[in-house]
């Protein structure tokens, strides 16, 4: 979630990766960026994945806003990545955080 849009070509007799294309954003240094992953217990003792992605310059534990987003429903769930769009709440101090959840089968 702080890495920008790469696509690899991967040699399968070494394990050699080779960036084909790169999405390349102004100023961006995904190093300003921290993501943790955690398991958050819910009321029935289950741990939903959660992670969160804050700027290293703005974060305060326990005082920054946050902004809490997730979706899983119909067997679809959001996937971890990159969004220019964040980055404007990051560099403000707000702790984006995003629930994983998928169905069971």
Do not use: W
């Not at 899983?72 to 769009?85: L, Q």
């Amino acid at each position: 979630m702080t890495d920008l849009d790469t696509i690899f070509e991967i040699n399968l007799n070494n394990g050699e990766k080779f960036i084909l294309k790169q999405t390349i954003e102004n100023n961006f240094n995904s190093y300003n960026y921290r993501i943790e992953y955690h398991l958050i217990p819910v009321n029935d003792g289950t741990k939903i994945p959660v992670s969160l992605v804050y700027n290293r310059n703005y974060y305060n534990l326990d005082q920054n806003p946050a902004l809490i987003y997730g979706y899983s429903a119909y067997g679809n769930s959001i996937e971890a990545n990159f969004c220019i769009g964040r980055l404007s709440l990051l560099d403000r101090g707000f702790v984006y955080q995003s629930m994983f959840e998928g169905t069971k089968n």
